[in-house]
């Protein structure tokens, strides 16, 4: 692909960004039923645009491929950080792809497609001074160790701003950010940037995207036309003199996840273009280092992409809503919790991390991040992390939805529940006094109540993180002998000593040690039984295991059991793929219920046990044609039935009373 050297230039935008979803305590993105047949929401999006915006098809008027365009290759584009840090781990070739496109760029143009973000999605006109620096300041850091460069520009999350947050990134050397055209009082000619000059005197340049062209490709129908979309970007006439920028900006995850094809639209264009000498495609930065802005501009503030009132969509019930006639009366005693718990987090945090750092806000920025250095003390350690989920409990997800039931919400007051847990001998009191505020944010549902209901039903987990993990690594040093150091999450686990567990918090450094005892029972029941330092006992089944920890578990108890209760032929099928295992374990469950009572021996009900087991391990019902076979076998059996077959009734669907007749 080739670009021309025309005066119009073309910028296409993608902001790509998920809703943090990862456990807090454990930092593992465990699976959502929502999102099947995938694990969860990011892998799924990652499936369905992710993957797809890096090799999208370019297809001919036969539908046979022409092209594979790497499309971050050929647009400006910014990744939300707590995203990236999940596809660093889940997605690595979506990941190593990201930055090839950023490198290509660099290589054409001379400047990078990446842009920045603030670390975490936080409506920054909302927060705090401090809150700004320090959200910026790691994003930049973040960046810089993923990009391996400086950045120059970068996206506010929903574009919100005001002149406090546009002062903050131009100290922080950020050289341009993007806007809604509604953002500012009045817009330079011909699509062109325009200079701010901050309260402080600070100076940054803003690009306005073009509003009306970028509703269209979110929201259709250009997304779903590359031809109408081409037009309308050749569309406005060239001025008398000078370039014309054509610039669009809109979720990333249009390309894919919000619109199917939507990448192939996308790869249609880019050819398309690619194919003129009269347009240039670049990025925002390399257009800047031809042509620097000539025009002073002011901002409408505070003001955002996403809510015609300003910034109200994350403080009150503004009417922004996804479904008509919900309440989001809701979004302002939420904000009020967040914000007096994360200011008493806040002043906890300055007193005590005075101790361990000469400048403790200094430090949350150093080490908020990639978390404090080993060789501090644990409390040092711990209140970093502290800080880290007093700033993760803003993420702007939480109150732009239609309740706080929603997950969004609830994944919030996790991180406000994980930054208590760390306060220390306050903790209890300030929950308390969350507890009384969030009282006053209702649910539209009123089964799920308040947001002190909902805090305390489902922000706080079922087993602490800590018993879980040695759980989980006791669970498989005893299925699987010779099980060593394992990674859990954010946690280290490994043998301490004989019967043993330790495991250790990699951010904190803080360890606690077990002595653990797994037992199997019928039914494969496996409980690990932990007892702590001081005593305490507690006992973990297969279910409070990690989700690794857990799905290993079961499947070597599956392996142990499949070969007792499947013939060879099923065997062969299943490994074949000619059936389905859910189907096979039924058809062998059908095949093991005895047809007459001079077929029950104690082997073939030990297996129908056993398979049964399997049954329940797997969450599967019983199938009709096995309740049906044993009802015409308990039936034929007459008033004395063998009894091998006592409590099968029961274990087959059977009410205990079923067979208890009379007539007998």
């Known amino acids: 692909m080739t670009t021309g050297t025309g005066r119009r230039s073309v910028v296409i935008h993608g ?105 975490h999605h936080t409506i920054l006109p909302l927060a705090s001074y401090h809150d700004k620096v320090t959200e910026v300041r790691w994003g930049i850091a973040d960046f810089r160790r993923r990009f391996g460069r400086e950045p120059v520009g970068m996206w506010l999350p929903e574009t919100a701003v005001d002149d406090e947050t546009l002062d903050v990134l131009a100290m922080e050397g950020i050289h341009f950010t993007l806007l809604a055209p509604h953002q ?34 979110a929201f259709g129908p250009l997304v779903r036309s590359a031809d109408l979309w081409l037009r309308r970007l050749l569309e406005p006439p060239l001025p008398a003199r000078g370039p014309r920028l054509e610039s669009v900006a809109t979720d990333g995850e249009t390309y894919g996840h919000h619109h199917k094809f939507g990448d192939m639209a ?60 919900t309440s989001q009366a809701w979004r302002a005693p939420l904000r009020d919790a967040i914000v007096w718990l994360t200011d008493e987090l806040h002043a906890l945090y300055g007193a005590e991390a005075a101790q361990y750092f000469e400048d403790p806000w200094a430090a949350r920025t150093t080490y908020g991040i990639t978390g404090a250095p080993s060789d501090l003390p644990e409390r040092a350690r711990e209140l970093i992390e502290l ?40 903790g209890p009191d300030l929950e308390r006094g969350f507890l009384e505020r969030l009282a006053a944010a209702e649910s539209n549902d009123p089964a799920l109540g308040t947001g002190a209901d909902i805090y305390r039903r489902s922000a706080r987990p079922r087993w602490p993180a800590e018993q879980r993990v040695a759980a989980g690594f006791a669970a498989m040093s005893g299925l699987c002998p010779g099980h060593t150091r394992h990674l859990i999450g954010g946690f280290l686990a ?131 044609e096995a309740q049906t076979r044993f009802f015409r076998l308990m039936e034929a059996a007459g008033p004395h039935p063998p009894t091998l077959l006592a409590g099968l009734s029961t274990r087959l669907g059977f009410s205990r009373d079923a067979f208890d007749r009379e007539d007998r």
């Open 387 to 426: 800080e880290r989920n007093a700033l993760r409990s803003f993420t702007s997800c939480g109150w732009f939805f239609d309740d706080i039931g929603g997950i969004e919400s609830i994944q919030i007051l996790r991180y406000a529940a994980r930054a208590l847990d760390l306060a220390g001998p306050t």
């Open 15 to 119: 902001h790509f960004y998920q809703p943090p979803r990862e456990d807090p305590w454990i930092d593992l993105v465990e699976r959502e039923i929502s999102a099947a047949p995938f694990h969860d929401w990011n892998q799924r999006v990652d499936h369905e645009c992710y993957r797809a915006v890096l090799a999208a098809r370019v297809v001919g008027e036969d539908g046979s491929i022409r092209r594979i365009v790497n499309t971050l290759e050929w647009i400006s584009f910014n990744v939300g950080p707590t995203l990236l840090e999940w596809m660093e781990k889940e997605a690595p070739a979506t990941y190593r792809g990201i930055l090839a496109a950023d490198r290509a760029s660099m290589i054409r143009l001379g400047a990078g497609n990446a842009i920045a973000m603030p670390y």
């Open 266 to 325: 996308l790869a249609a264009v880019l050819h398309a273009l690619h194919g003129r000498r009269d347009v240039r495609i670049e990025n925002f930065a390399s257009f800047l280092a031809r042509h620097p802005p000539q025009h002073d501009v002011t901002i409408e503030a505070p003001t955002s992409w996403s809510c015609a009132h300003g910034v109200e969509r994350w403080r009150s019930d503004c009417g922004c809503r996804m479904t008509a006639g």
């Open 494 to 624: 490994g043998p301490s000593e004989q019967n043993t567990v330790q495991v250790q918090h990699r951010r904190t450094g803080h360890r606690t040690r077990f002595a653990a005892q797994v037992h199997r029972t019928a039914g494969f029941r496996l409980e690990i039984d932990l007892t702590d330092a001081e005593g305490r006992q507690t006992t973990l089944g297969l279910e409070a295991l990690p989700e690794r920890e857990h799905d290993l578990a079961r499947e070597v108890l599956r392996r142990e059991v499949l070969r007792e209760v499947m013939s060879p032929e099923d065997l062969v099928r299943l490994a074949h793929g000619s059936v389905a295992y859910p189907e096979a374990l039924r058809s062998a469950i059908t095949r093991l219920v005895p047809e007459s009572t001079d077929q029950v021996t104690a082997d073939t009900i030990a297996r129908l046990v056993r398979s049964l087991d399997l049954l329940a391990l797997e969450e599967l019902t019983v199938p009709f």
């Open 184 to 217: 500012l009082t009045k817009l330079p000619p011909a699509g062109l940037p325009g200079r701010y000059q901050t309260g402080r005197g600070r100076s940054i340049v803003i690009i306005p995207y073009d509003g009306g062209m970028s509703h269209d490709v």
